[in-house]
């Protein structure tokens, strides 16, 4: 089992950057697969972005490839996401997850939560 806290939201203006970090608890964060999704006011959740357990891997959002970046540090039990260039389009709670399955794109293959944090970017 693993517990997530994601932390570094906040507000931004058009076409600033953000980090925000997702601190695992646990020995065996190197074991999963860590995925990040968002969830717009009346929106489904969508997938943002997922880094293989041991970060050699990663896929991105159509919608933010190329200025999203997911990282990871298994040392520090901590996954991150770079973004740069923010859109008003970006506004939404970031979570990020944990799966020990495939490198997937779909939420309900997560079996790990964070609590979310909230990204909000002024035009």
């Known amino acids: 089992q693993v517990q997530l806290v994601e932390s570094g939201g906040g507000l931004v203006e058009a076409g600033g950057s953000l980090r925000l970090s997702c601190a695992a608890s646990g020995r065996t964060f190197s074991s999963y697969i860590m995925g990040w999704f968002r969830q717009a006011p009346g929106k489904n959740r969508e997938f943002v972005g997922v880094?293989?357990?041991?970060?050699?891997?990663?896929n991105y959002a159509d919608s933010v490839k190329d200025r999203f970046t997911i990282s990871r540090d298994n040392a520090r039990n901590t996954a991150y996401l770079q973004m740069n260039s923010l859109k008003a389009e970006d506004t939404a709670v970031y979570y990020c997850a944990a799966t020990t399955g495939t490198l997937t794109t779909r939420s309900n293959q997560y079996s790990y939560w964070g609590q979310g944090t909230q990204v909000t970017v002024s035009s």
């Open positions: 880094i293989s357990s041991r970060g050699l891997t990663t």
